[in-house]
């Protein structure tokens, strides 16, 4: 077990200098409101939050932690679903809510430099004046700075890739203080090794991301889009595989289970049947070419027995199909107040997705939970939301079993612990299965980027 | 500079016990068939040459060499255009011909495990039979195990990504001899810290690739070709700009210039008018979509001063262009026989695509040097081969004053030393100006792996 020094007085002072009183606060509301994300995690205070401005004042706080061996953990919005912003051993957080600019927008490269406490769906609003925007899209309003620390994706990573396949260059300061720029501007590269990929992922555990060059795209004003409705969730996996094997390449492909859509119903006017469902999209292309898409889609859905198939939805209604789609775990908290809700993000291979849905609906059967199944389908990527009372020991027992069980055998079959919500704390007991040998170099990584261990500790690692 | 020891006969005894006399080779004409690649660059004589036949043999000789400090270097094909399998600091060079299978084809599950040693073309060949096909491709027939290292990538680029963003999972032999397998047979992922990435383009550097879970795309029957000249060639770099800038999605957009035009013509029937030249081609979708795009590429080849359009490019001539593509560097060697040919592998953002090729002409008619311009346009890539007599000091002069200047302008436009050949011998010089102190992270990872720096020394690093 490391030891890390708590913030004393002497260090309050030097933080207070460099940026100014009112970036410096320590009062408990403060403190309480950096303690949670939106995870079921339990809350750390940290000892101090504090507001930098540029990555030079990173740069000497990181120096500063590095000497004393302080904790410092960065705050993005605090949307994480993993604990990942936690200040599990006290110390510094860093909140970059005051580092929100989009530092240089070049439309005609297709590329924007941004810094780290900018919100994505605020960024994508201004981007939409240039007929732009950055694809990845987690469900909630992230900062761009969190979503590359976690390399987050969404309903359209089918198409576009996650955060990881977007990120072109990153200003980064190294737990020691250092600053670099790594990267590069061009759209392909073969320079050197990739530390670009390295940093995307690492939950602010190698350095603190100071700035990002995002690659864009083109917003594609056509578009298509489907709902399928099935009897049983296995008709509706087996149609989501054959939809990716005929390599249709659609721009969404969204599971829902009845459980889901019911939440969903309660609170939008979309009055959607209470079955499991697939959302479905095409963008792009000629009108011509997406019917035709459509066509052969229904025609999948068909022969696995779909029992409802409405196509052409319209604008409005896509729209309010993917806020809800993206709402969907705001909702289901919403239905279940007062309960903590786990949220598994399994990934596995499309060939073992429908095995993997019927699994983990097994498991919560057997253990008798309140679940809601629903995930980006065409990625293989699957959210089980368990729903229970933290004060019924039983039901953590129950939760944690089927949690156990529903990871693990992701892994079996070759997939992922976590898809895109990150390790932070909830999965770092399978690491070792997951990556085996692996798991020992990723800590000399670490080990050499942050000898003293003091950026973001508690996560990721056993 | 570091010490090495060479490769005595208590080694060679070690070797032979552990993979049978006739898997090691120290007879001349076995050394000087691993002298030298495809490149400019002189050639180097290892002291042995060992074909090993699994990754546990592979293990074996990394712990000895790394005890012995005995140089390492993979060889595949022998197809790098930089220099990358040169036994530089002379030692061992491992040749993977005999490590050439396919370990397991999930098309199920759009993956395939391979041998470094196998050949893509000869890969994809049996894919084919079951509708896939590993999209990135570099002309040469390449291994696999080389792309990796040398995150490869070709005309399917702009569609598909590089080598890099269709690689899962690596086997990988650590210069000490440890094995791990890193990655996840999953589609994507949050889950640790993406070694994958790390280990693709490192050139064999940080470890040495024993088996590659690749991802595979289907192969799109339908498709559509066009080839429009112009009369200058910054009408046809502008027009590539404005075609990645319609959002339309070419999956091939290639520029060649008069004199590559001339080559091609000298070497095949395809009688092309010899002046600048696109290649584009569209894949999947609907006809009526296909030629929608068609039309609008037209569209913008006009507004820009194409003064030839054709399109509907039947498949075999389609398959001749693509082939004489593949071919340039090929005939352009055969064109100018006796002579070195040193080619320039720059990337840029797109928005700088037209000022890039730009500035390389002028260099060349500055320089007064033979120039072939050609390259994966639509990705801001461009290939510049500068032909001469390497009797001729003068011409050496220029050539290098050449080279030097066109790389470096390429970084000052914010692009890379090397979109798609790698850094090897002859891009390490530029390091220090494209990476500035980020160099030394890599610097302090490639001793954090190789302590010994024994994994293909002399690359990469200046």
């Not at 690659?215 to 709902?227: F, T």
């Not at 049983?232 to 492909?253: C, F, H, K, Q, W």
């Not at 997705?353 to 990527?381: L, T």
């Not at 959210?383 to 992701?410: M, Q, T």
Request: proline fraction near 4%; include cysteine.
């Amino acid at each position: 077990m490391r030891s890390f020094n708590p913030v004393n007085q002497k260090d309050l002072v030097f933080l207070k200098k460099l940026v100014g009183e009112q970036r410096v606060a320590t009062g408990q509301s403060y403190l309480e409101l950096h303690s949670a994300d939106e995870s079921y995690h339990k809350g750390y205070f940290p000892d101090v939050v504090v507001w930098p401005k540029s990555g030079e004042e990173v740069s000497l706080i990181m120096k500063m932690a590095h000497e004393r061996r302080i904790p410092v953990t960065p705050w993005g919005a605090g949307t994480s679903l993993e604990g990942n912003p936690l200040a599990v051993h006290k110390g510094i957080v860093l909140d970059f809510q005051q580092m929100d600019r989009i530092v240089s927008l070049r439309a005609d490269a297709f590329q924007v430099d941004v810094q780290p406490g900018l919100k994505y769906q605020d960024m994508n609003r201004t981007l939409s004046r240039h007929g732009l925007f950055f694809a990845p899209d987690p469900g909630a309003n992230a900062t761009i700075g969190g979503m590359v620390a976690n390399n987050a994706s969404g309903v359209r990573t089918i198409k576009y890739g996650g955060t990881r396949d977007n990120v072109l260059r990153l200003e980064v300061v190294l737990p020691t203080g250092e600053i670099i720029r790594t990267g590069t501007f061009a759209h392909k590269s073969s320079s050197g090794y990739d530390l670009v990929h390295l940093f995307v992922g690492s939950e602010g555990t190698l350095g603190i991301i100071t700035e990002a060059t995002l690659r864009l795209v083109g917003i594609l004003e056509k578009y298509s889009a489907a709902i399928a409705n099935f009897e049983s969730v296995e008709d509706a996996t087996n149609t989501v595989y054959e939809i990716i094997g005929s390599g249709l390449g659609p721009a969404a492909l969204e599971l829902l289970d009845q459980e889901t859509i019911a939440v969903i119903n309660q609170e939008s006017s979309l009055g959607l049947k209470e079955i499991p469902t697939l959302f479905i999209e095409f963008t792009g292309g000629a009108e011509t070419s997406l019917k035709e898409d459509l066509q052969r889609v229904e025609d999948i859905c068909e022969v696995n027995q779909s029992i409802g198939f409405e196509s052409g939805v319209g604008r409005d209604e896509r729209n309010r199909l993917w806020e809800a789609r993206h709402q969907a775990y705001e909702l289901i908290k919403r239905n279940n107040p007062g309960l903590s809700l786990l949220i598994i993000d399994t990934a596995v291979p499309i060939s073992r997705y429908s095995q993997m849905v019927h699994f983990a609906r097994e498991a919560i059967k057997k253990y008798e939970i309140k679940g809601y199944v629903f995930g980006h389908a065409g990625d293989g990527n699957l959210h089980l939301i368990i729903a229970g009372n933290l004060d019924d020991p039983d039901f953590i027992k129950r939760r944690d079993k089927a949690n156990e069980e529903i990871v693990s055998h992701s892994i079996s079959l070759g997939g992922t612990a976590t898809g895109e919500h990150g390790v932070g704390i909830g999965k770092r007991k399978f690491m070792a299965q997951e990556h085996g040998e692996s798991l020992q170099v990723m800590k000399k990584i670490k080990q050499l980027f942050d000898p003293n261990g003091i950026l973001n500790p508690g996560k990721i690692f056993p």
